[in-house]
């Protein structure tokens, strides 16, 4: 059959036009990477003060109090909480470039998130002080927590030899398994002083020389020396530390490696329940503000 030229262009932008829409189905399905920013609070004032560029104001205001708090993150808001608990209003707390600093959060398009510390454990035994300050903001009272602020740790989940299973470590892997069996004792037992090994506060922690000697030995060391091996395994322990410490496990200490999985006990393990907020823990800091 003779196909004109009419024709022809028709079936061929036709076909163009489908062509076309697919794609643009696919883009919308499948959209780019969003964009990425990454924010320094506090940057460019604190080089403009460094470099001398900045205007100091002609008449600054005087106050005369008793105490200074420099800063408002957790620590400076926890001196401010003690200080007010004790009847001392002769304060004054001083913001740093972010509000609530470590604890920070935000708001856009009315929704609150965290840009800081997003959760609290539960207190352990040991952390009297925080179950003082969540009893002094209505959080906890007479041992029952305020189940608005209580969230069950969800299970991450991890694609492995194509197959769905729970948790981030590989359930094959033996090394994990003898470790956190070795965790589980560990978190309940006691120094030769009768204190908890590891705990927090940390300071509560046993003095007992025969785990204290652990802090002369990197944790890489130790547990070379305890025969793991794993390479998944020993990642998995490195993200733990880099992410709590800020180092890995060939620069903290063996004692530090520990406490990290044992300090918060049985009964508060990773799958616990915690305290939190939309915008994490901003909210405990500015109830601890207007207490």
Not at 210 to 220: D, H, N, S
Request: aromatic content about 12%; hydrophobic content about 35%.
């Amino acid at each position: 059959m003779k196909i004109s030229r009419r024709r022809f262009l028709s079936h061929v932008l036709g076909a163009s036009m489908v062509g076309l829409t697919g794609y643009e189905a696919w883009r919308y399905f499948r959209p780019g990477q969003p964009p990425v920013s990454i924010d320094f609070p506090g940057k460019a004032t604190g080089h403009a003060i460094r470099d001398a560029r900045i205007n100091v104001p002609a008449e600054i205001p005087r106050f005369s109090v008793n105490t200074v708090i420099v800063g408002s993150g957790a620590a400076a808001l926890a001196a401010a909480w003690q200080l007010s608990r004790q009847g001392m209003q002769d304060y004054i707390l001083l913001d740093g470039a972010e509000r609530n600093g470590n604890n920070r959060g935000e708001q856009q398009f009315g929704v609150n998130y965290p840009t800081g510390a997003h959760y609290l454990p539960l207190p352990s035994p040991e952390s009297e002080h925080i179950r003082e300050l969540l009893s002094d903001l209505q959080l906890c009272q007479h041992g029952v927590y305020d189940e608005r602020a209580l969230l069950q740790v969800p299970n991450e989940r991890l694609f492995y030899q194509q197959q769905w299973q729970n948790d981030l470590l590989p359930h094959t892997d033996a090394d994990s398994k003898r470790f956190f069996q070795f965790i589980h004792r560990l978190s309940s037992q006691r120094g030769t002083d009768g204190k908890r090994l590891f705990t927090i506060p940390l300071d509560l922690s046993s003095m007992d020389s025969q785990w204290r000697r652990l802090e002369k030995i990197t944790f890489a060391d130790w547990l070379e020396q305890q025969n793991y091996r794993s390479p998944t395994f020993l990642w998995y322990l490195d993200y733990c530390c880099r992410d709590d410490y800020g180092q890995g496990i060939r620069q903290i200490s063996a004692w530090a490696g520990l406490h990290y999985f044992c300090a918060r006990g049985n009964q508060q393990n990773e799958h616990g329940t915690i305290m939190t907020w939309p915008d994490g823990l901003n909210e405990l800091s500015q109830r601890i503000r207007t207490f």
